[in-house]
C-alpha cells in the first residue's frame, strides 16, 4: 500500500532529502502536497517530479509564475498563508513539517488539529507552541515522530520501553564550526564561516544556530516537549563526530544509543517508514576508521545562547518564544551582514531582558507575543547601530 506524504518546506535541505527517499521508494509513497516560500522554479520542478496535486508558495506574488510553471501539469498552484494551512490538512497519511522557523507554527499546528501523523523537522513550532501542542496532539489523536536526528535517536532508543525507567536524555551536540576557536576568533566569524558546518549539510538558519550552539538550545526545549522530561533530566555533551547522535540513561545505569553516519536520510527515512525501515543510501559506519568518539562538556562562555535555552525552557511561559523570535530576527540580520556573530546571542539575552508576557493559551497568543518580539529585536538593533 502506498503512503501518501504531504511535504511543508519540500524546496529546502529537509524537503530535498525527503524527495530523494520518495523518488527511491516510488512504490510505496505518493506526494499529494509541496510547499515553499519563495522558489517556484525548485516547487515546480518537484511537484512535476512526484506527481503531487497541489503546490503552494508562501509569498503570493510568486503565484502566477508557478501557474505558469505549472500549466499543463494537472497539478494545482495556491498560494499565501491559508494556503500552506491547505497543505498540512490535505490528504495524506503523513505531514513532512520542514518549513524553517516559527512561519511553519499554524501549517504544523492545523495539522495537529486534524490528529494526522506528522514527521516534524520545524523545531521551531515546538519550541513556540509546545505545550499546547502536545495537548492538541493528544486531544485529537495526532503522532509527531522527531526528523531532527537527535530526537529521532532518542525516541529510536525509547522504543518499548517505559518513561518512568528513564534517567536521563542525552543530547550529542557537534560543537559546530567554531568548536575549538577562541573567543577573538569567534566575535569575527563571518556568515561564510559559520555556515560551514564540520558534518552536516543544512539550511543557513540551522547552520548558525549550530555554530552558536542555540540549536542544542532550542532541542533542549524540542526533547522538553516530546519526551515529558524536565530540564534537569535532559543534559548536552559536545561530540565532534556526531556518530552518536544521542543517548538515553536508563534507571538501571543501561545507556543505550542511536548511532549512525551523519546524512539526514536516516531519521527521515525513519519517520517516512515507522513503525517500519526503509533503505537508505546513507554511508554505513566503518568502526575501524571511526577509531575513537570524544566527548566534551559545553562551553557557556563561548556559547551562551545554550545558557539563554536552558533559562527559557525553565522559565516556561512565554520565554521560549521570546528566545526564537530574538533568534531568527538576529540570525538573519546576522546572514545578512549587519550584526557580528556575537551579537546574535546578545540581542536574544537583550529581548529576555525586556520581555514580560503571560502564558499564552492559543496559538493566536503564542504568534503576538512573537510578532512583538520580533518588531521589538528589530528596534533594539536599529538603537545599536546609530
Ligand atoms: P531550509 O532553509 O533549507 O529550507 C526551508 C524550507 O522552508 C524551504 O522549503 C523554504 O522555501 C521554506 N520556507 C522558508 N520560509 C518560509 C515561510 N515564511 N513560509 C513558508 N515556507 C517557508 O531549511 P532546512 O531544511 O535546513 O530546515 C527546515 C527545518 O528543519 C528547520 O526548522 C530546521 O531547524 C529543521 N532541521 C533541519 C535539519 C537539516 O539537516 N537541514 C536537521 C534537523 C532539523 P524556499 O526554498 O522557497 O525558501
Not at 536524555?169 to 575549538?180: C, K, M, N, Y
Not at 538558519?205 to 522530561?229: C, P, Q, R
Request: with cysteine; hydrophobic share 45%.
Amino acid at each position: 500500500m502506498t503512503r501518501k506524504i504531504s511535504i511543508l518546506g519540500a524546496t529546502g535541505s529537509i524537503g530535498t532529502s525527503t524527495i530523494d527517499l520518495v523518488e527511491r521508494n516510488r512504490e510505496q509513497f505518493e506526494v499529494t502536497a509541496v510547499t515553499a516560500a519563495t522558489n517556484v522554479e525548485k516547487l515546480a520542478d518537484i511537484a512535476r517530479r512526484t506527481g503531487a496535486k497541489l503546490a503552494v508558495v508562501a509569498d503570493e506574488r510568486r503565484l502566477g509564475d508557478l501557474q505558469g510553471l505549472l500549466s499543463g501539469t494537472g497539478c494545482r498552484a495556491a498560494a499565501g498563508e491559508n494556503a500552506l494551512v491547505e497543505a498540512a490538512v490535505a490528504e495524506a497519511d503523513l505531514v513532512i513539517a520542514a518549513i524553517v522557523g516559527c512561519a511553519g507554527l499554524k501549517p504544523v499546528m492545523a495539522a495537529v488539529e486534524c490528529g494526522k501523523t506528522i514527521a516534524l523537522a520545524n523545531k521551531e513550532a515546538l519550541v513556540t507552541a509546545g505545550a499546547l501542542m502536545m495537548d492538541a496532539a493528544a486531544a485529537k489523536g495526532a503522532t509527531l515522530l522527531p526528523i531532527d536526528s537527535e530526537h529521532n535517536a532518542i525516541f529510536q532508543c525509547l522504543a518499548g520501553s517505559r518513561l518512568n525507567d528513564v534517567s536521563r536524555i542525552i543530547l550529542t551536540a557537534s560543537g559546530g564550526p567554531f568548536r575549538s576557536a577562541t573567543a577573538q576568533y569567534i566575535e569575527a566569524a563571518t556568515p561564510a564561516q559559520a555556515v560551514a558546518h564540520p558534518n552536516w549539510s543544512m539550511g543557513a538558519k540551522i547552520s548558525v544556530d549550530s555554530a552558536t550552539l542555540m540549536n542544542k538550545g532550542l532541542e533542549l526545549i524540542e526533547a522538553h516537549y516530546l519526551f515529558g522530561l524536565p530540564s534537569e533530566q535532559l543534559d548536552v555533551v559536545i561530540h565532534p563526530q556526531s556518530v552518536i547522535h544521542s543517548m538515553v540513561e536508563f534507571v538501571d545505569g543501561s545507556v543505550l544509543a542511536q548511532l549512525g553516519s551523519p546524512d539526514m536520510r536516516t531519521p527521515i527515512a525513519y519517520a517516512l517508514a515507522w513503525p517500519g525501515r526503509i533503505a537508505t543510501p546513507a554511508k554505513r559506519l566503518d568502526f575501524a576508521a571511526v577509531g575513537r568518539l570524544d566527548f566534551e562538556t559545553p562551553d557557556l562562555q563561548r556559547f551562551p545562547a545554550l545558557g539563554l535555552a536552558r533559562h527559557a525552557l525553565e522559565s516556561g511561559g512565554a520565554a521560549p518564544i521570546v528566545l526564537n523570535a530574538a533568534n531568527e530576527i538576529a540570525v538573519a540580520s546576522f546572514l545578512d551582514g549587519q550584526i557580528r556573530f556575537t551579537d546574535v546571542a546578545a540581542f536574544v539575552q537583550e529581548a529576555l531582558n525586556h520581555a514580560r508576557y503571560g502564558t499564552p493559551r492559543s496559538i493566536g497568543d503564542v504568534l503576538e507575543i512573537d510578532r512583538v518580539t520580533r518588531e521589538k529585536t528589530r528596534g533594539m538593533m536599529k538603537a545599536s547601530c546609530s
